[in-house]
């Protein structure tokens, strides 16, 4: 079990939580799904100060949100608290059927939910990755739209939709969620748009 998997029986970390995110300005505009297993994108992803707010917002909301990190970042004694937090080594240095693993992870699972930043960088990217879909899809789970508005100071997560395969119609879906959506550091922010060959 771990760390964020308590966090909903523990109600004084679920306050203390929501308590700092008023302290600094922020609000949450969350409309619950009633999946119990779903992939949750957050996005856009251009400050370290992003990770700190998906904390808050996992303990404010009760969410066991699982989610990658790159492996070089588990480096002892860090990468024992990223473990305990939810956090899953992935290693972008090889290619391995990273689709296939998450996927055999959601069918042995009755509940789970992975967190993936799409745009795969805090630096400027022209498109974002397209792992987090075909893991829906194939894991057949809803994607769950969150986005992190530095400009507004609010995180929204939408309800999430099911993946059709299709996947430019879907992705225009994404698009509108995040239009006008601003990040902290504007300049490194891309454009939320496919790669010119859907194979990432």
Not at 21 to 27: F, N, P
Not at 80 to 105: C, F, S, W, Y
């Amino acid at each position: 079990m771990t760390l964020v998997t308590g966090i909903g029986k523990l109600t004084t970390i679920q306050t203390v939580a929501r308590a700092i995110l008023r302290m600094v300005g922020w609000r949450i505009d969350r409309v619950p799904t009633r999946a119990t297993r779903y992939v949750i994108i957050g996005a856009p992803h251009t400050s370290n100060w992003d990770f700190f707010l998906m904390l808050l917002v996992m303990a404010s909301e009760c969410l066991p949100i699982r989610f990658l990190a790159k492996d070089n970042l588990f480096w002892f004694p860090f990468g024992r608290v990223l473990k305990a937090l939810g956090g899953i080594p992935v290693n972008r240095r090889q290619r391995n059927n990273l689709v296939d693993q998450i996927t055999k992870e959601f069918d042995n699972s009755s509940e789970l939910i992975i967190g993936i930043a799409p745009e795969g960088t805090r630096s400027k990217s022209n498109h974002w990755k397209t792992g987090f879909y075909y893991i829906a899809h194939k894991a057949k789970v809803p994607i769950v739209m969150a986005s992190l508005d530095y400009s507004q100071k609010v995180i929204r997560i939408a309800p999430g939709f099911m993946p059709s395969g299709d996947l430019a119609a879907d992705f225009e879906i994404i698009r509108q969620f995040y239009t006008d959506v601003i990040g902290k550091n504007s300049k490194k922010q891309g454009a939320v748009s496919l790669p010119e060959q859907t194979t990432d």
